[in-house]
């Protein structure tokens, strides 16, 4: 059996919402509970499949945990507290995320353990993380650059100082968190700034971290063997969920949509930034901080958009954002150009040929030359297509969203990627008046 998603045209959307929780902050939240001593106590945590994995690999890593009222209790094991699992492997299913940074943790630990993945995640590199951390003392019994990986940590890691080869937030956070777990201060340096809940979170849990810019360059710094303290963590709602529903509010005519408790950190905001470029009538309401991060609500009208030029350096603040702009672009008046996107070829699919090619799938002219897309708008957008996902839960959501504005339905061909990070995205795009479905197919 196989589950498809069908959107249809829709009527204005409305309504007032919240998203799941952050992904990447439920992630940190779970892991930096892990390696404190004491309890961490987590509201809002995103329940999704990529985020139970994480929950699952610190369970059989010893870690207790219980659920309270919604609220997740992790009871810190401490830096150095993992137990040699009895499980023969841990199973990251989808999550990129999820396995570089408990790579990062597994890494002070005297216990050698297997991590694998779905069909996704063992295809996307690995020695973008297992290169810096082999430095620091990890022994990694693999000479692919990918999924099964075997790892043996130490609780002699060595610090390093490393300038991160490519804009990654996961390969920086993985550093960060062996370097909580070396003797001396370790050094993440960035060309580029990619968000930064990591250091955010670390330094909310008692690390010493120091965070310095200079020349564009952000240097990260954290000494090591610091105890890290359990504390109390509220996950606001994510913006890379959002952005599906805020280019949906934009996109059908007519629509007015509120979106409370969404993260709004400097470093997550491109997608935001492009669509006001574009035209887009969103207003911020209630700035304010939720654990030390920003957060809003926001208003999103519907409107008519122009296409834009939407620069290299702004990859690293969109880097999840980039298939739903596309499909935003697809509805704008001219032609959107998205430059440096070498990253999103290693995403859960290649999600650079993966959106063009649902883009052309609905009759809308987009192009790729090198790490540039092109997507030539229009205001009828065709529909009508077929769309493969690859086990990319974005790739999904995203051409849902265009069927929802698009003459003819889009069906996309598997419905199950959506629980890695938005399990009921199908039930809130209906609760504000879209036209969407789900099939069951025995094909
Ligand atoms: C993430 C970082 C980004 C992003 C991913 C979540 C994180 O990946 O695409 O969805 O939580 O650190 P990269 O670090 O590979 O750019």
């Known amino acids: ?25 439920s992630h940190r939240a779970l892991i930096f509970g892990a390696l404190s001593s004491g309890t961490t106590k987590i509201h809002g945590l995103l329940v999704s499949q990529d985020v139970t994995n994480t929950a699952n690999a610190l369970t059989s890593l010893g870690v207790p945990s219980e659920i309270i009222n919604n609220t997740w ?18 199973d990251f299913g989808n999550s990129g995320t999820g396995v570089r940074l408990m790579l990062g943790a597994l890494a002070g630990h005297d216990i050698t353990v297997t991590c694998v993945g779905d069909k996704s995640l063992s295809r996307r590199p690995l020695q973008r993380v297992t290169a810096p951390l082999k430095q620091m003392g990890l022994t990694v019994d693999s000479s692919c650059n990918t999924l099964p990986v075997t790892v043996t940590g130490t609780t002699e890691l060595l610090p390093i100082e490393y300038t991160l080869p490519v804009p990654s937030a996961q390969v920086k956070s993985a550093i960060l968190i062996a370097g ?23 330094r909310y849990f008692g690390a010493k971290i120091e965070t ?6 952000t240097s990260i710094s954290v000494d090591g063997y610091t105890e890290l303290t359990g504390r109390e963590v509220w996950i606001p709602g994510d913006p890379s969920s959002a952005a599906f529903l805020i280019a949906a ?11 409370n408790n969404i993260l709004y950190n400097p470093t997550r905001t491109g997608f935001y930034q492009s669509l006001l470029e574009m035209g887009a009538d969103i207003t911020l309401k209630n700035k304010r901080e939720l654990g030390g991060e920003p ?47 070498d990253e999103l070829k290693v995403k859960e699919s290649n999600r650079l040929s993966a959106t063009a090619a649902g883009l052309v799938a609905n009759g809308v002219d987009a192009n790729i030359y090198d790490a540039t897309l092109t997507v030539i708008g229009t205001q009828s957008v065709l529909g009508g297509g077929l769309v493969t996902t690859n086990l990319d839960h974005r790739i999904a959501m995203a051409f849902s969203i265009l069927g929802l504005g698009a003459l003819n339905a889009v069906t996309i061909d598997d419905g199950s990627v959506l629980a890695t990070s938005f399990p009921d995205f199908c039930s809130v795009v209906r609760s504000i008046g879209g036209n969407i479905e789900t099939v069951w197919s025995s094909s």
Do not use: W
Request: with cysteine; aromatic share 4%; proline share 5%.
């Open 1 to 25: 059996m196989s589950i498809f998603i069908v959107s249809k045209r829709s009527d204005s959307l409305s309504g007032i919402i919240t998203v799941p929780g952050d992904k990447s902050i």
């Open 73 to 90: 209790h992790i009871n810190g094991v401490g830096t150095g507290g993992f137990i040699q699992p009895t499980t023969a492997t841990l």
């Open 180 to 202: 909580l777990q070396a003797r001396g201060t370790t050094c993440v340096i960035e060309n580029e700034a990619t968000r930064d809940h990591t250091e955010r979170m670390l």
């Open 212 to 217: 310095k810019c200079k020349n564009g360059r």
């Open 249 to 259: 509010a934009t996109i059908v005519p007519g629509s007015d949509l509120t979106l």
């Open 295 to 341: 957060v809003v609500d926001i208003r999103v009208r519907s409107s008519k958009l122009k296409g834009i030029i939407v620069p290299p350096e702004r990859a690293p603040s969109m880097i999840d954002e980039y298939p739903i702009l596309a499909v935003t672009a697809a509805f704008a008046a001219g032609t959107t150009v998205m430059q440096g996107l």
